[in-house]
């Protein structure tokens, strides 16, 4: 199940990368009491998630979306124009 969640980390990151034109892109996985929480930080140009789902240039962001309910985790997204996107999993 860990390497699971480590391959989902590294989905992020190529989610980011391919999304939000990050200039640098930060990757934090840590134990916690609960499980497993991973978060993908990069400063880029951000996106709109909700845009992304209904025009996808690919389908990335549907399938993290989906693995991430498959492995029972919440799957956030936060990205702001200009600012850059946080991408952050955890055990539900």
């Keep these: 199940m860990l390497f699971e969640k480590e391959s989902r980390a590294a989905e992020m990151a190529r989610l980011s990368h391919d999304h939000a034109g990050p200039n640098a892109v930060g990757v934090r ?37 989906s693995y991430a309910g498959i492995a029972n985790l919440h799957l956030r997204i936060d990205s702001t124009r200009r600012r850059g996107t946080i991408i952050k999993i955890q055990t539900i």
């Design 29 to 65: 996985v840590v134990m916690t009491g609960t499980g497993l929480e991973a978060e993908v930080a990069g400063r880029g140009r951000g996106f709109n998630p909700k845009k992304t789902r209904l025009h996808p240039p690919g389908t990335g962001l549907i399938l993290m979306e």
